[in-house]
């Protein structure tokens, strides 16, 4: 299929997006973009934030992992899973109760505001991190397939996708993007369905046909009981459940979501919904990455991991297919893009900047500078895409799990200490000096696992580590307090 054939279905696309973003910010305040009016529908918030936690990485990705490790990712998805409970009834009755807009105010009311601006900062630095690094991955699956034909360089790609995401988020916010992560959320479910209906279809394979193929190949293999593996059972589901807790709860971009839903019964109905929603999600992914397997084979292709699923999608598969597959891919760009800039925006306006604190300025000028500070983390983003087409990794995957375990440990951490300890934490470095600490003492025990622990390799549960050891060095440089903490 012309490349310049697909590309008008993303020209199409984003006008939609445009659309939906100029209707949805339509009277648009400071509130409105960053938590929607405290006015979002739970459900289509819940089923938006399928597309923001999927994102492109799940769509590419995932399938990919299939070949190497067959279904062994769901030990991570059932970890998620038993995560969210907690996020829905420990974290969101906190935020609810002290009704706020950032959820690192939490910080600041309990320790003060050291520990407010780390957790932000953080925040701020995982997520810049881990957006970009999605992004890149479907951006380079778009420079691949299209836009080399084209002649568009890299670069250029990136800055009009940037671009696109800038035009709908910049004047809405949360407002917007619940109902533009809505519609992105259908189109990314639509083309996951259809593509495993066509393969099945193409391998003459029926439902249960496809289950015993998969289990021929030893696809279906869930369960990893090989203690000293960084895929064991164990490791996978108690570092999913940290991830989720840290990913999501800990995270003000799917926070400021949820905390945009009328009340705390609606935003925990959505974070329940959406975590059952995601089970089922998840297994469907790793499906299409078996059945993907099955076809290469059939077919003699040789192609593995990231780059198998846009191949088969864009070489192989019929033309409708591979529109399906190109507006999926797109949905499934968006919603962790723009949902990252708008919560970026809505951090460093709130969290650093104290945008909300300083009564002196006018509503127009507080718009000036959270329109600034929103142009100048897309150029961040730009300057991070352009880094991660440098390094070139072909499982960015693997990256977005490291990131988080680095920079979310020291966010479980505090938010824990403030939870389930009474003690309270000074306004010196102190603080900060943990925080950065424990992820370097981390990335030495990663490096030199298997030579220290006897063959140990540590994976995913290393963020739970990370958070152990900012929560031990955060002890010894608190002291004990006589009064209730707000946490409690």
């Known amino acids: ?9 993303v020209i199409a696309y984003f006008l939609l997006l445009l659309g939906v973003a100029w209707y949805t910010s339509r009277n648009s305040n400071n509130d409105s973009f960053f938590i929607g009016n405290r006015n979002s529908n739970w459900m289509l918030v819940s089923f938006g934030m399928i597309g923001t936690s999927l994102s ?4 590419v990705s995932v399938p990919g992992t299939v070949g190497a490790n067959g279904f062994g990712y769901y030990q991570v998805v059932i970890g998620y899973f038993i995560g969210y409970f907690a996020v829905a009834y420990i974290l969101l009755p906190l935020y609810y109760k002290l009704n706020l807009t950032s959820i690192y105010n939490y910080l600041q009311q309990r320790f003060g505001y050291t520990a407010y601006k780390t957790g932000a900062l953080f925040f701020i630095i995982s997520r810049v991190l881990g957006a970009t690094a999605r992004l890149y991955l479907v951006i380079n699956v778009l420079q691949l397939f ?11 790609t990136a800055f009009v996708i940037l671009l696109m995401i800038l035009l709908y988020t910049f004047e809405g916010g949360v407002k917007t993007i619940v109902f533009t992560d809505t519609l992105q959320t259908t189109f990314m479910l639509t083309g996951l369905v259809v ?29 990893n009981t090989d203690v000293k593996s960084g895929g064991f059972f164990l490791k996978q589901i108690i570092g999913g459940m940290f991830i989720t807790i840290g990913m999501t709860g800990l995270d003000q971009e799917m926070m ?19 975590s ?31 780059d198998l699923f846009p191949t088969v999608a864009l070489s192989y598969l019929p033309s409708i297919a591979a529109i399906i597959f190109i507006i999926g891919l797109i949905s499934a760009l968006f919603p962790s893009a723009d949902g990252a800039l708008t919560a970026l925006t809505s951090s460093f306006c709130i969290d650093i900047l104290g945008l909300k604190r300083r009564d002196e300025l006018s509503e127009a000028q507080r718009k000036k500078t959270r329109l600034t500070v929103h142009f100048t983390f897309a150029a961040i983003f730009f300057i991070s895409i352009m880094v991660f087409k440098w390094i070139d990794d072909k499982s960015i995957i693997d990256i977005i799990l490291k990131v988080a375990a680095y920079t979310y440990g020291p966010l479980l951490a505090l938010f824990s200490f403030g939870i389930f300890t009474k003690r309270k934490l000074g306004e010196g470095l102190y603080i900060l000096i943990v925080c950065i600490a424990a992820p370097v003492a981390c990335y030495f025990l990663d490096r030199y696992s298997t030579a220290i622990f006897g063959g140990y390799k540590i ?5 739970l580590i990370n958070g152990l050891l ?10 004990p307090e006589s009064h209730q903490s707000l946490g409690q």
């Open 56 to 59: 492109g990485v799940t769509f």
């Open 470 to 479: 900012t929560f031990a060095g955060l002890w010894v440089i608190s002291e």
């Open 459 to 463: 994976g995913i549960e290393l963020l």
């Open 1 to 9: 299929m012309p490349a310049s054939f697909l590309f008008t279905f």
């Open 195 to 223: 593509c495993i209906v066509y393969i099945m279809h193409n391998l003459n394979l029926t439902l249960p046909g496809t289950i015993t193929a998969l289990n021929a190949k030893g696809y279906t293999h869930i369960i």
């Open 146 to 156: 299209i836009l080399n034909n084209l002649h568009v360089p890299f670069w250029l």
């Open 276 to 306: 059952l929603v995601l089970l089922v999600v998840n297994l469907l992914f790793l499906t299409l990455g078996g059945l993907l397997y099955l076809f290469a084979q059939a077919n003699h292709i040789t192609i593995k991991g990231d």
């Open 256 to 274: 400021q979501k949820n905390i945009s839903v009328k009340n705390l019964k609606d935003s925990q109905k959505n974070m329940v919904a959406f």
